[in-house]
């Protein structure tokens, strides 16, 4: 990627968050929460600044590589991060979200993920291909925050259920807000995963692959993902399906989620 200093600074910072947000969750000292948002937030402006330069470079956003799409999705889930923590003043988030952020983005600062010179960017050669890969994307930041508000339930409820009202217990938001959270982020993925999974098919269609229904792997996969959405949300709207098993289902559904996106790039 472009500008190799800040991309280290970038992870060095992401690092260093992880590091005060996880240490912040142990303790009750304030001035490590202010310190770890502040950390976050230049570690996020320097992200923003690498984006905007492969922009500029490419004239599209950088997601033509597994690299680049992985480091926009950690770039995405923080500033969800910082949106959240500026509404409900959430800081626990930051400790789940920041060591997946960082975990995403290291591989682009371990090697070049830039596009070969010459390359038409991918989001410029079909305006249905550009829908399909930016809505995907963001329908994957939005599960992966689903699966860290369900991650968050399940341990909140077990500390519950076991009476053990400790440091952890208390830095984590009640179960109302967390089942609150879970349902609106999926409610917002699963639209933006419908509408990337039908514009890629009509950019399949118009590539001669087979018509809208190929029958590949991936098209598989991605119907497989949406339905087992679909589940979750039909279950919770008319079936009365309590919080725990859609946070339990939530945590499932990420890691069908991520070996889709994981294929789409193989």
């Given at each position: 990627m472009t500008l190799p200093f800040v991309m280290k600074a970038v992870l060095?910072?992401?690092f260093l968050a992880t590091l005060l947000f996880l240490t912040f969750l142990i303790s009750r000292r304030h001035a490590l929460s202010v310190m770890s948002v502040g950390v976050t937030a230049l570690g996020f402006l320097g992200h923003t600044v690498l984006l905007i330069s492969e922009v500029a470079a490419s004239g599209a956003l950088p997601v033509a590589t597994l690299d680049q799409a992985l480091a926009f999705v950690s770039w995405a889930l923080v500033l969800v991060f910082l949106a959240v923590e500026l509404r409900y003043r959430l800081h626990v988030l930051g400790s789940f979200v920041l060591p997946l952020s960082f975990l995403l983005l290291l591989p682009a600062g371990m090697r070049s993920a830039a596009v070969p010179d010459g390359a038409t960017p991918v989001l410029l050669s079909s305006v249905w291909l550009g829908i399909h890969i930016v809505c995907s994307l963001l329908g994957f930041v939005a599960f992966a925050v689903a699966f860290i508000i369900g991650l968050m339930y399940l341990i909140q409820h077990h500390l519950l259920k076991t009476k053990r009202f400790n440091l952890l217990?208390?830095?984590l938001p009640s179960l109302n807000l967390l089942d609150e959270m879970n349902q609106a982020t999926i409610l917002l993925g699963f639209p933006l995963l419908t509408i990337g999974m039908l514009?890629?098919?009509v950019w399949g269609a118009?590539?001669?692959h087979g018509g809208i229904w190929s029958g590949s792997p991936k098209q598989v996969l991605t119907v497989v993902t949406w339905?087992?959405?679909l589940v979750?949300?039909?279950?919770?709207?008319?079936f009365g399906w309590r919080a725990k098993r859609a946070a339990s289902l939530a945590l499932i559904g990420f890691i069908v989620v991520g070996v889709t996106f994981l294929y789409a790039f193989l």
């Open positions: 060095a910072l992401y217990y208390e830095q514009a890629g098919a118009g590539q001669g339905l087992f959405y979750i949300l039909h279950g919770r709207m008319n």
